[in-house]
């Protein structure tokens, strides 16, 4: 995982995972094990899939690299704790995945909470082979 910081502003954390490195072939088995990770997980909740792709591409003035094949972000909430109710503004958690033809781009915005944030490094480390 590298850390980064996209537009000055957004502290992520960023796999770039080779399809050849991956356990799964495509967008949707990489999402299925996100899910699945999600609702064994004793805190997290699974709130939804977005497909990302289909949203901007039916846009009609889209912009979009070529390179990208599909896009998919697993939301889902830790929500353990609400010590200030500015807290909220900060949930829930996602998780993107990004398909091109030879690899896999998979992100997310950097957690507050320590323990759910070395959970999610955990999750998209568990793509590789």
């Not at 697993?74 to 500015?86: A, D, R, S, T, Y």
Request: aromatic share 8%.
């Amino acid at each position: 995982m590298k850390s980064m910081t996209i537009k000055d502003t957004y502290p992520i954390q960023a796999a770039e995972i080779g399809k050849d490195e991956a356990k799964f072939s495509n967008t949707d088995e990489i999402i299925a094990y996100l899910k699945e990770a999600i609702e064994a997980h004793p805190v997290a909740t699974y709130i939804a899939t977005f497909d990302h792709y289909t949203h901007t591409k039916n846009l009609p003035d889209h912009k979009m690299d070529e390179k990208i094949k599909d896009v998919k972000l697993i939301v889902f909430c830790f929500g353990k704790e609400l010590p200030i109710p500015q807290m909220a503004a900060v949930r829930p958690r996602s998780i993107a995945v990004v398909e091109e033809d030879d690899k896999f781009t998979v992100s997310f915005m950097d957690a507050p909470n320590p323990q759910a944030h070395e959970t999610m490094i955990a999750w998209v480390q568990g793509i590789r082979k």
